[in-house]
Each structure stands twice: as structure tokens, then as C-alpha cells.
């Protein structure tokens, strides 16, 4: 025999109309929620100022062009890119 499963009401809640309101339906509005504050869909930390300055899409180019990976690079192949 099976036994029943006793779910807490927090996680549901109906509304008129006869649709259950679940947890991945406050979630979802939770994420547009996140997602409307950051309009340009950027969400990032600062690097540290240490930290060098690379030309990414000169670097991607580079090694699409050669076949490797940035990982993969020289210290000398790697020097052009940085500012």
C-alpha cells in the first residue's frame, strides 16, 4: 500500500478560475521579476583593477583562425591581446 502525500499548503494556493498557483509559477515570476531590472540583460561583477585587460573579440578571432584554444596560447601569442 502506498501512502498519501501531504503537501503543505504554502506551496499552493487557488485562484479563481480553478488554476493552482505552484511553487514554479512564483518562481517564474520571481526570474521576470530579476530579469526586468537588468533591461540590457547584463548582470556581472566588476573584474578587479589587478586584473589585465584582454581584447576578447580579437582573442576569439585569433584562435578560431588558428584552431586552439586561449588556454593553449604562448605568453607571446597571448601579449597582443592584452591592453
Known amino acids: 500500500m502506498v501512502a498519501g502525500i501531504k503537501l ?11 488554476h493552482t ?3 514554479s509559477d512564483r518562481m517564474h515570476k520571481d526570474i521576470e521579476k530579476f530579469d526586468h531590472d537588468f ?3 547584463v548582470f556581472a561583477f ?5 586584473s589585465p ?5 580579437a582573442l576569439d578571432k585569433y584562435c578560431k583562425e ?8 604562448t605568453d607571446e601569442e597571448m601579449r597582443q591581446f592584452l591592453v
Open 21 to 23: 498557483i505552484t511553487r
Open 53 to 57: 585587460k584582454v581584447k576578447i573579440r
Open 66 to 73: 588558428h584552431g586552439v584554444q586561449p588556454k593553449d596560447l
Open 39 to 41: 533591461p540590457d540583460g
Open 8 to 18: 503543505k499548503s504554502r506551496y499552493f494556493k487557488k485562484i479563481p478560475g480553478g
Open 46 to 50: 566588476p573584474a578587479p583593477a589587478e
